[in-house]
């Protein structure tokens, strides 16, 4: 297991809603590559909610449709990966159902490669992606034939609103969010919304 991290959120405003917790990466965002609500807590007034996680990756598939901004992604396969060594899988469609199979070492070091068979239909209607610590947190419409490759070196970001684990984002769009940075040998941060809606980020 990797390192473990911490959100301590508490929503000093007055509006009920759902904490939201999400990474962003320059590294991996494309037109192609939508940021998914990876941690959510519906939060009333005055309530903290608390968020952990650990530094594994792996790599999931849902059938979602057309992947777009609200659509929520549903894992239905989670497999554990390594940024160096179980970093490359196969998804194909075999039998009537989407699978993940010969899960190994391959590609660049550092980089998580989905390798997308000749079977997945064109119909659009399964995605891919990477997690960590077991939920999704990246994802893209699968392709017959197609290499997605993810060289992640996320940020931490988080929202006050209305969402749901796994809705697709669009970041563009929802305005009032806060970065969080963790300082060489901190790994645990207080997140406040404030009564005027503007944020206070703290080390615990």
Do not use: K
């Given at each position: 297991?990797?390192?473990?991290?911490?959100?301590?959120f508490?929503?000093?405003?007055?509006?009920?809603?759902?904490?939201?917790?999400?990474?962003?990466?320059?590294?991996?965002?494309?037109?192609?590559?939508?940021?998914?609500?990876?941690?959510?807590?519906?939060?009333?007034?005055?309530?903290?909610a608390?968020?952990?996680?650990?530094?594994?990756?792996?790599?999931?598939?849902?059938?979602?449709?057309?992947?777009?901004?609200?659509?929520?992604?549903?894992?239905?396969?989670?497999?554990?990966?390594?940024?160096?060594?179980?970093?490359?899988?196969?998804?194909?469609?075999?039998?009537g159902?989407?699978?993940?199979?010969?899960?190994?070492?391959?590609?660049?070091?550092?980089?998580?490669?989905?390798?997308?068979?000749?079977?997945?239909?064109?119909s659009?209607?399964?995605?891919?992606?990477?997690?960590?610590?077991?939920?999704?947190?990246?994802?893209?419409?699968?392709?017959?034939?197609?290499?997605q490759?993810?060289?992640?070196?996320?940020?931490?970001?988080?929202?006050?609103?209305?969402?749901?684990t796994?809705?697709?984002?669009?970041?563009?769009?929802?305005?009032?969010?806060?970065?969080?940075?963790?300082?060489?040998?901190?790994?645990?941060?207080?997140?406040?919304?404030?009564?005027?809606?503007?944020?206070?980020?703290?080390?615990?």
């Amino acid at each position: 297991m990797g390192q473990q991290y911490s959100i301590t959120f508490t929503n000093n405003s007055q509006m009920m809603g759902t904490g939201c917790v999400f990474q962003q990466d320059n590294n991996i965002q494309g037109y192609d590559v939508f940021p998914l609500a990876w941690m959510t807590r519906i939060c009333a007034p005055n309530m903290r909610a608390s968020f952990s996680w650990t530094l594994d990756y792996c790599f999931v598939w849902a059938e979602t449709g057309r992947l777009m901004p609200g659509v929520v992604f549903n894992s239905s396969q989670i497999l554990q990966a390594d940024l160096n060594n179980q970093n490359q899988v196969t998804f194909d469609y075999r039998n009537g159902t989407y699978t993940f199979s010969n899960l190994h070492q391959g590609g660049q070091s550092g980089t998580l490669t989905i390798q997308e068979a000749s079977g997945i239909p064109m119909s659009g209607s399964a995605s891919i992606g990477i997690g960590m610590s077991g939920t999704a947190t990246f994802a893209a419409q699968a392709m017959p034939n197609m290499n997605q490759q993810f060289r992640p070196a996320p940020t931490y970001w988080m929202a006050f609103g209305q969402f749901t684990t796994g809705q697709v984002l669009d970041i563009h769009s929802m305005g009032n969010i806060v970065g969080i940075s963790f300082p060489a040998g901190v790994y645990s941060m207080n997140v406040t919304l404030n009564p005027d809606n503007t944020w206070t980020i703290s080390r615990q």
